[in-house]
């Protein structure tokens, strides 16, 4: 009988801790606000948006934003170089608070891992003078474009691109700039971030939007379970659009402003 009494009372304390663990869950926005600190997981080899700068120093568009994000929240923000194939683990193991890593989203990332809103744009598109009329694909007919091969924006301009558009195609992104810096293309269909760093570069023929090929923005990532956390990103990207403090990144970083559509 006692023996019986024992073990009833060993399953329900058992149920009770299990209950109990169940509906415990860590705040992580309450940590960080208790701490003072906001961990943020951040690019340190993808330029723009994170590399190491001449002083050692973490730099870039995806740096500047935790930054904003730290100073909204009125927290430290620490600084966690992370590469593409770590960074939502060191989320999802706890060790970062958020992942500010030119992060695209996808069904198979968000079974793991929520997903603020769009703060970066990330895009392929067609790229020319400032004075060129292209607003489209059919703009592209009878003209010279430049395009590395194999890429995915190769991919896709081919399957819009109107019969009699000239594709000039490269083996690599440093020959097809060099065609279109030299005159030898019209129009290059490349990445938002290949034409910032050119742009970044040079002021001979620079490379303004013309049209967009397939739209792939990035988000600030943050663990499942975490709805205070996602709102409060959520509330100060929108706050930063708003202030026009994120359209200063962009203009910084990307050398074009913030699409009015983000």
Not at 18 to 35: E, I, M, P, R, T
Not at 43 to 69: E, S
Not at 85 to 94: A, K, Q
Not at 129 to 144: H, I, L, M, R
Request: hydrophobic share 40%.
């Amino acid at each position: 009988m006692q023996k019986r009494t024992f073990l009833k009372a060993v399953f329900a304390t058992a149920l009770f801790s299990a209950g109990f663990s169940g509906l415990a869950h860590a705040d992580v926005l309450a940590n960080v606000q208790k701490a003072g600190v906001l961990r943020v997981a951040v690019p340190q080899d993808f330029p723009p948006f994170g590399t190491v700068g001449p002083d050692l120093k973490p730099r870039g568009y995806d740096i500047d934003v935790a930054n904003l994000i730290g100073r909204e929240l009125g927290v430290k923000v620490e600084l966690i170089p992370v590469s593409s194939t770590n960074r939502i683990p060191y989320l999802t193991t706890g060790k970062a608070d958020l992942v500010i890593s030119s992060l695209g989203k996808n069904p198979d990332r968000e079974k793991v891992i929520d997903f603020s809103i769009a703060y970066a744009p990330f895009f392929n598109g067609v790229f020319g003078p400032a004075d060129s009329t292209v607003k489209g694909a059919a703009d592209t007919a009878g003209k010279t474009l430049g395009v590395t091969r194999g890429s995915v924006e190769d991919l896709e301009f081919t399957k819009i691109a109107p019969p009699t558009v000239n594709i000039k195609r490269y083996e690599d992104n440093n020959a097809t700039i060099s065609a279109y810096l030299s005159g030898q293309v019209q129009l290059i269909a490349t990445g938002n971030v290949v034409a910032a760093a050119v742009n970044e570069r040079t002021k001979i023929r620079r490379l303004d939007t013309k049209f967009l090929i397939k739209n792939s923005p990035c988000y600030v990532g943050v663990n499942k379970g975490e709805a205070a956390l996602l709102a409060k990103v959520n509330e100060v990207i929108a706050k930063l659009k708003k202030s026009g403090d994120l359209n200063q990144v962009s203009q910084r970083w990307l050398q074009a402003p913030l699409p009015a559509d983000l």
